[in-house]
């Protein structure tokens, strides 16, 4: 046997457990966060629980977040962002017509946000809002004005190809696009449970967006005319 074959590996091949368990601890503590935030709220989340949840000690937990309030911009930078940045993603890669993105767009919203607990922030951002302004503001700055900005870029693509009529209010429109989405996603987690007709969503996306293309087409007007 060769003496470089009972060498340990280098630090840098292998790195040592402690390391890669502190290089998890952020993640971990995202989760444990999200979980209790949308369980039981901002407000009634202690510091101490989400460590606890998380495995780790209430000073560990400050080292990485030195507050709730950067928690939870942590919670939505490393959660909802990512599905946003697929939404880009997706608006940048598509060659079809807008039409086909716009509900493309639709369903990969509800399957990546609107069908998870992600669904759960803009209610807990609504019963929040007038206790913490300064999240509120960070939460439409990262997440609402983003979502409406990709809904408005594909919006803007079927008004270039002629797809859409030209005097479309982009904004207003992107607003109503994302409106089934957002009520979908609160009722999800309020009344649902009492409803004896439950909310089939593929089936209410589809129709929405039915309706909404038709509303929204060049031709429909002269169409309707004829």
């Given amino acids: 046997m060769n003496a470089s074959d009972t060498t ?9 457990r402690w390391r890669r368990r502190s290089d998890a601890r952020p993640g971990e503590i995202v989760e444990a966060a999200l979980e209790l935030f949308v369980t039981k709220g901002f407000t009634a989340t202690r510091m101490d629980e989400i460590a606890r949840a ?9 080292l990485y977040f030195p507050s709730k ?3 939870f911009r942590a919670v939505v930078h490393e959660t909802v962002v990512p599905r946003l940045e697929m939404g880009e993603r997706l608006v940048a890669g598509h060659t079809g017509p807008a039409a086909d993105l716009l509900r493309a767009l639709v369903h990969a919203w ?3 946000i609107g069908d998870s607990r992600l669904s759960y922030m803009a209610k807990l951002m609504t019963a929040e809002s007038a206790n913490f302004p300064e999240l509120t503001r960070y939460y439409v700055e990262e997440v609402v004005l983003r979502a409406r900005r990709i809904f408005a870029s594909a919006l803007r693509r079927g008004i270039e190809s002629g797809e859409f009529r030209g005097d479309l209010p982009l904004h207003d429109a992107a607003r109503l696009v994302l409106a089934p989405l957002v009520q979908g996603a609160a009722y999800r987690h309020s009344m649902l449970a009492f409803d004896p007709e439950p909310l089939e969503m593929t089936t209410y996306l589809d129709l929405h967006m039915d309706i909404f293309l038709r509303g929204i ?6 169409e309707t005319d004829a």
């Fill in 217 to 222: 087409a060049k031709t429909a007007e002269t």
């Fill in 110 to 112: 509800w399957e990546k």
């Fill in 54 to 62: 998380a495995g780790v000690t209430k000073g560990t937990l400050y």
């Fill in 8 to 16: 340990p590996q280098s630090e840098s091949e292998t790195p040592p």
């Fill in 69 to 71: 309030e950067d928690l």
